[in-house]
Antibody, heavy 123, light 107 residues
């Protein structure tokens, strides 16, 4: 059974860099897009960005200047870095797998079918 | 960006009630519309994808309908484990966006 295990620092000071990693265990890493989503306390869900096994990325325009998502295919892991954090970045951060409805992996036209447990990051 | 608007934002219902939640997109998303359930302290879980397809393992009391801009999620007979927050999401165009959520509470 495929599982996503995520880890990283949960308490940051303003201007520091958020760093989280998500490991994919028990299943294929290629053939999917892998996404980061965040949820401020008591609020809704916001897409941060995504990556595939080849390293192709897309970011939310509102965060693009501060975000980097990378992949380590040798470890089946992908990571999120968010620079210059402020209190507005306080949220639960989730990693998730995106399954495409198309014959090939796409970053749209599908759904998030597997989620990590989430990491509360407090700034 | 495509704006997703859910209604109502919250509702109170009794066990056994039929519940309907609506999601409206600010422009057409075809049928690239998903529904998620989130319980407190947990990650969201997909219930319905592509507007009407039931995710494997999800009870058939959940159903989805709609296309283009108007979608509904229906719970045919509400059970105690269904009290949660429900989100719609469009994956038709970037950025993929979520509705603000509908909290289903016990009456």
């Amino acid at each position: 059974q495929v599982q996503l295990q995520q880890w990283g620092a949960g308490l940051l000071k303003p201007s520091e860099t958020l760093s989280l990693t998500c490991g994919v265990h028990g299943g294929s890493f290629s053939g999917y897009y892998w996404k980061w989503i965040r949820q401020p306390p008591g609020k809704g869900l916001e897409w941060i960005g995504e990556i595939n096994h080849s390293g192709s990325t897309t970011y939310n325009a509102s965060l693009k200047s501060r975000v980097t998502i990378s992949v380590d295919t040798s470890k089946n892991e992908f990571s999120l870095r968010l620079r210059s954090v402020t209190a507005a970045d306080t949220a639960v951060y989730y990693c998730a797998r995106f399954t495409s409805l198309k014959a090939v992996a796409t970053s749209l036209w599908g759904y998030l079918d597997l989620w990590g447990r989430g990491t509360l990051v407090t700034v | 960006d495509i704006q997703m608007t859910q209604s109502p934002s919250s509702l109170s219902a009794s066990v056994g009630d039929r519940v309907t939640i609506t999601c409206r997109a600010s422009q057409s998303v075809s049928t690239y519309l998903n529904w998620y359930q989130q319980k407190p302290g947990e990650a969201p879980k997909v219930l319905i994808y592509a507007a009407l397809d039931l995710q494997s393992g999800v009870p058939s009391k959940f159903s989805g309908s709609g296309s283009e801009t108007d979608f509904t999620l229906t719970i045919s007979s509400l059970q105690p484990e269904d009290f949660a927050t429900y989100y719609c999401q469009q994956t038709y165009s970037f950025p993929p966006t979520f509705g603000q959520g509908t909290k289903v509470e016990i009456k």
